[in-house]
């Protein structure tokens, strides 16, 4: 009996380890499913935070690529400015230039223009002067003929010529 009841208490006991056994394989099922289901989750969960990640890059870059854009139109406009300032500025010089060639045209002109007319001053001065002179000479002469013809030849006392000379 004693060895029944060890046998009966090795049965009880073996279907207690039987019945643990089945709880623990239980237990370790649950574990493992619901490990499958964090890992499950944690993937969706990860392929949600990849997806927004993805999405955030794609706004950042749209965003760069916007920005790039912009600084590239900056530039071109800015280099577009300068080329204009530079074209308005050769422009600017070329005018001053050529009013400058016009006033310098316009000098030389009036320049020779006055020297032409005090040359011709100077030719007519000059021409006066002749005249003048000749006028006085023939004036001189006629008085000269005069006192001669008035005279009647007497030449003692007096020089028909001393009114000339005077």
């Known amino acids: 009996e004693w060895r029944c009841e060890e046998i009966q208490k090795g049965h009880e006991l073996e279907e207690m380890r039987s019945a643990n056994q089945k709880d623990v394989e239980e237990y370790e099922r649950q574990c493992a499913e619901r490990n499958r289901a964090s890992l499950c989750f944690r993937g969706k969960e990860l392929q949600a935070q990849r997806l927004i990640t993805q999405e955030k890059e ?55 223009a006055e020297r032409k007319e005090k040359n011709k001053r100077s030719k007519n001065a000059a021409l006066d002067r002749k005249y003048a002179e000749l006028a006085r000479e023939k004036e001189r002469a006629r008085i000269a003929l005069d006192a001669l013809r008035h005279a009647r030849c007497t030449f003692s006392s007096s020089n028909p010529f001393g009114s000339i000379l005077e």
């Open 58 to 112: 794609q706004d950042e870059y749209e965003v760069d690529q916007r920005r790039r854009e912009l600084e590239t139109l900056a530039r071109s406009d800015v280099e577009e400015y300068i080329k204009d300032c530079k074209r308005r500025r050769r422009k600017s010089l070329a005018v001053r230039a050529k009013e400058h060639r016009w006033h310098l045209e316009w000098k030389r002109d009036k320049m020779e």
